[in-house]
């Protein structure tokens, strides 16, 4: 796989990347693909927002809750099935191309934006 072109650095400052704690995660059977509806708390200034995941192989949703993990705040609320999501939780495939949660290696406080 190939990189990607070429961005300015102000092309990446426009997306907006923060860290918030998963509060809730349960199964989503309406999703076309396995997922699970996802609360994801931002803390104060962004507050708690919704996502959907496709993250179902190597999480269960009893093991979500508390995980601190990195999402796009700044993109559109998207409608996914039955679902208005708010942010892009984000990921990296593994070997088999299923979704691994990007977080930090430490405990943050909530809201840090990446950079």
Do not use: C
């Not at 199964?27 to 996802?38: D, V």
């Not at 994801?40 to 959907?52: L, P, T």
């Not at 993109?75 to 593994?94: A, N, Y």
């Amino acid at each position: 796989m190939s990189a990607a072109p070429q961005i300015a650095y102000d092309d990446f400052a426009r997306v907006d990347i923060r860290v918030g704690r998963i509060t809730r995660a349960e199964p989503f059977p309406e999703a076309r693909n396995p997922s699970y509806r996802l609360w994801v708390d931002f803390g104060d200034g962004i507050g708690e927002k919704r996502s959907a995941a496709q993250i179902t192989v190597h999480y269960r949703p009893e093991d979500l809750v508390g995980r601190q993990v990195l999402a796009v705040v700044n993109f559109p609320p998207r409608q996914i099935g039955k679902v208005m999501s708010e942010v892009l939780v984000l990921g990296v495939p593994d070997a088999d191309g299923a979704v691994v949660l990007l977080r930090p290696d430490a405990e943050v406080p909530l809201g840090g934006r990446m950079f």
